[in-house]
T-cell receptor, first 113, second 115 residues
Framework: AQSVTQLGSHVSVSEGALVLLRCNYS??????LFWYVQYPNQGLQLLLK??????LVKGINGFEAEFKKSETSFHLTKPSAHMSDAAEYFC???????????FGSGTRLQVQP | DSGVTQTPKHLITATGQRVTLRCSPR?????VYWYQQSLDQGLQFLIH???????AKGNILERFSAQQFPDLHSELNLSSLELGDSALYFC??????????????FGPGTRLLVL
């Protein structure tokens, strides 16, 4: 079975500050890991993904995430927050042989001017 | 725009009724997934179809069913609706990149309100 835990349902940062959204996963097999973003009244957009290979993954809009197997984590970061980053962010996991995504509960990011 | 289309965007209906949600995948994608997003349960996988065949079921109620047609569009049928079925229903389609790994692209969703 797979599961995802996102620590912090709400995160607030100032514009220009570091963004750090936390994700820990549980998987009995090597996982595939994803971050999706959901803007208000819109669908989910893929930010980045980790499958195999390099553990530091770069995505769109300046976001990146690092897969740390020893910590079972896949935290999302961005060096400098923009107002346009305000949205809800979902971490998700899948695995070989299991195609459906298991999502975390989401983290709502607020960016203060 | 992900290339996945869903209709209708909004649906308001009454308890006990039946509705059909429609999804058209991206051109060339053979897999369609349905997810439900609700305040209580978060984002949950419902069902997966590949090239017309059911491949996996998640937390889908017996009152719900789905199918994928020869032109690859999919429909999610929800019957005997209850208040708790009010949610945002997403469809996603995917393409196999290498091996078993897929990237899922999500549609804009159908917001269902059961009164």
């Amino acid at each position: 079975a797979q599961s995802v835990t996102q620590l912090g349902s709400h995160v607030s940062v100032s514009e220009g500050a570091l963004v750090l959204l936390r994700c820990n996963y549980s998987s009995s097999v090597p996982p595939y890991l994803f971050w999706y973003v959901q803007y208000p009244n819109q669908g989910l957009q893929l930010l980045l993904k980790y499958t195999t290979g390099a553990t530091l993954v770069k995505g769109i809009n300046g976001f990146e995430a690092e897969f740390k197997k020893s910590e079972t984590s896949f935290h999302l970061t961005k060096p400098s927050a923009h107002m346009s980053d305000a949205a809800e962010y979902f971490c998700a996991v899948s695995a070989p042989g299991r195609r459906a995504l298991t999502f975390g509960s989401g983290t709502r990011l607020q960016v203060q001017p | 725009d992900s290339g996945v289309t869903q209709t209708p965007k909004h649906l308001i209906t009454a308890t006990g009724q039946r509705v059909t949600l429609r999804c058209s995948p991206r051109s060339g994608d053979l897999s369609v997934y349905w997810y439900q997003q609700s305040l209580d349960q978060g984002l949950q996988f419902l069902i997966h179809y590949y090239n017309g065949e059911e491949r996996a079921k998640g937390n889908i109620l017996e009152r719900f069913s789905a199918q994928q047609f020869p032109d690859l569009h999919s429909e999610l049928n929800l019957s005997s609706l209850e208040l708790g079925d009010s949610a945002l229903y997403f469809c996603a389609s995917s393409v196999v990149v290498t091996g078993d790994y897929e990237t899922q692209y999500f549609g804009p969703g159908t917001r269902l309100l059961v009164l």
